[in-house]
């Protein structure tokens, strides 16, 4: 029997496979959904018949597909219609931002917005309602924080979410209120919720429109792979699995989705969704949960009290007894889990919690991981490895939050153990690179920038640049690290013959340019399960 046929080939001087510690010159023959050989252009050339098709490329990146281990589709995909104000260095700006915008667009019955962070303004005072009053007069508007754990809104959407200056905080979540009483506009962890249910309430059709701009978008940028992540009761309303299902159904579907419904106590329902999404395409891989919220906010969960407040160390979203006692419950059914923990306190009860449940239930390979990682207390740092839990990283986080308030909130001594990549992953962390997008872009190369070199959001500090690591390793975090961290590294990961097809081609060889030319380097061709879902026709070489 002759060889098999392959439908593509694609070879360059640079191939990454994510074996090595640098690119090599080789060709990849795919055939269906699978890679079948890689080896020289030479011994490749066999595998061509009259059909296949051959993309032979000069010096330009072939790698595996990235693999963004921490997202929120929905989330991200109304994020790419509103007014993004990261930019702003000032209330005055911003609300110039949102009332360009809001012009702009008449028809939209809410005015939506995203990213804006007072600590970069010229004043650094938040901001209040009657400001936002000032922009948007006529019609509900929403402003999420950078970090995403609280908003700001204006009197319309606190009159149509009904929050007026009786309304109780509820569990885990404060709205703001100024010195009469009345709420500012500012609303904090699950308060935000009641406004979220009226903002968010789409059409079918409008789910359909935001997915499918999505799925566009995240094929530009060579991203094959996604964790959906549950993202607090508030966003509950944008869980659209039916939505990814009817795509998938279509032979529509782009990139592989690892869903990550609540951890909740509610075992049957995530155990009925287990069931019903299974496949190489689309399927629940665990349950995922918050225990604390954000350093700037001070809602993060810290071992000792805040060093600008005292009076506060944060708090966890749900008692430490029935946290651990839902990870034991869930992880005797085989669940992974996962935490949101940005907080050295955090950090510790999720710790606290994964061994537990190894007490209760016996060790098994279950692959939990903590998201965010931000402060750490060096004596949690050998855990990651005693208890094989996937740190989840995103590494431009601390190029979001503005150093100085950053470490105003946690003082000198904690500052020392932020974002402590290397320190992780020479402790035998296992470490998966997301981008939390929308919380930020959804572009990975942004994320393997701020891995490499630290730089902070000023453009010329450099954050702990012990703590830098090697581009082949942030690579492998963003490919590698995230397939083992949901038991795929068998499939995914790296390029082997008999590992599906999910490969994307970079306009420069990242290995061979200077390392600011990497968070603007382009994908050229993208490549999931051996189908080509994104060509950037201008960028390819086709022999």
Not at 44 to 52: F, H
Not at 327 to 354: C, N, S, T, W
Not at 478 to 488: K, L, N, P, Q
């Amino acid at each position: 029997m002759g060889k098999q046929i392959a439908d593509l080939i694609v070879s360059s001087n640079a191939v990454f496979t994510g074996l090595s510690e640098k690119p090599e010159p080789a060709a990849i023959a795919i055939a269906n959904n699978k890679i079948i050989a890689v080896g020289t252009k030479e011994e490749i050339s066999a595998y061509a018949g009259e059909e296949t098709k051959v993309y032979s490329f000069v010096d330009q990146l072939i790698m595996p597909g990235f693999h963004d281990f921490h997202l929120h589709i929905m989330h991200g995909a109304v994020a790419m219609e509103c007014v993004n104000l990261f930019s702003a260095r000032s209330q005055r700006e911003a609300l110039e931002m949102i009332r360009e915008f809001a012009q702009a667009k008449p028809d939209e019955p809410w005015v939506i917005g995203n990213v804006w962070d007072a600590a970069y303004w010229d004043t650094q005072q938040l901001p209040n309602r009657y400001a936002l009053d000032q922009a948007v007069p006529d019609r509900p508007a929403l402003m999420f924080h950078a970090e995403g754990h609280y908003a700001w809104v204006n009197s319309k959407a606190l009159e149509l979410a009904g929050i007026d200056r009786d309304t109780e905080d509820p569990a885990f979540g404060i709205i703001g209120k100024d010195e009469e009483g009345e709420p500012n506009g500012l609303l904090y962890e699950k308060a935000m919720g009641a406004v979220v249910q009226h903002a968010y309430h789409f059409s079918r059709e409008k789910r359909r429109e935001l997915f499918r701009n999505f799925l566009a978008y995240a094929a530009s940028l060579g991203v094959t792979a996604v964790h959906d992540l549950f993202a607090t009761e508030s966003m509950a309303i944008l869980t659209d699995y039916d939505v990814f299902r009817e795509f998938e159904a279509a032979d529509e579907l782009t990139m592989r989705i690892h869903l990550w419904p609540a951890l909740d106590g509610d075992l049957e329902r995530v155990k009925q969704l287990r069931e019903t999404y299974q496949s190489d395409m689309l399927r629940v891989s665990g349950l995922k949960q918050f225990i604390d919220g954000v350093i700037t906010a001070r809602t993060a969960y810290l071992l000792e009290p805040y060093a600008d407040q005292p009076d506060t160390r944060g708090e966890t979203s749900f008692p430490p007894e029935t946290i651990k006692q839902w990870v034991v419950d869930a992880d005797k059914e085989g669940f992974a889990i996962r935490f949101h923990a940005i907080g050295d306190g955090a950090i510790r009860l999720a710790f606290d919690a994964y061994e537990a449940a190894q007490k209760a239930n016996g060790k098994r390979d279950a692959r939990h991981s903590i998201e965010h990682v931000e402060v750490i207390h060096p004596d949690d740092i050998p855990r990651f490895r005693e208890l094989d839990v996937t740190a989840s990283m995103q590494p431009d986080h601390f190029a979001m939050s503005e150093r100085g308030v950053y470490t105003d909130r946690i003082g000198a001594e904690r500052e020392k153990h932020v974002f402590s990549i290397n320190t992780l992953q020479k402790a035998g962390a296992r470490l998966a690179f997301g981008t939390d997008f929308p919380i930020d872009l959804l572009n990975p190369l942004l994320q393997v920038y701020r891995a490499v070199t630290r730089i902070d959001s000023g453009g010329a500090d450099v954050w702990h640049p012990h703590e830098r690591i090697t581009l082949a390793e942030a690579l492998r975090a963003y490919t590698a690290g995230s397939a083992y961290g949901s038991f795929r590294e068998q499939e995914l990961g790296t390029l082997e013959a008999g590992k599906l097809a999910d490969i994307v081609v970079l306009a420069r060889n990242l290995f061979a340019v200077p390392v600011e030319e990497i968070p603007d380097t382009k994908a050229v061709l993208t490549i999931v399960d051996g189908k080509v879902v994104f060509e950037h026709t201008q960028a390819l070489v086709e022999s």
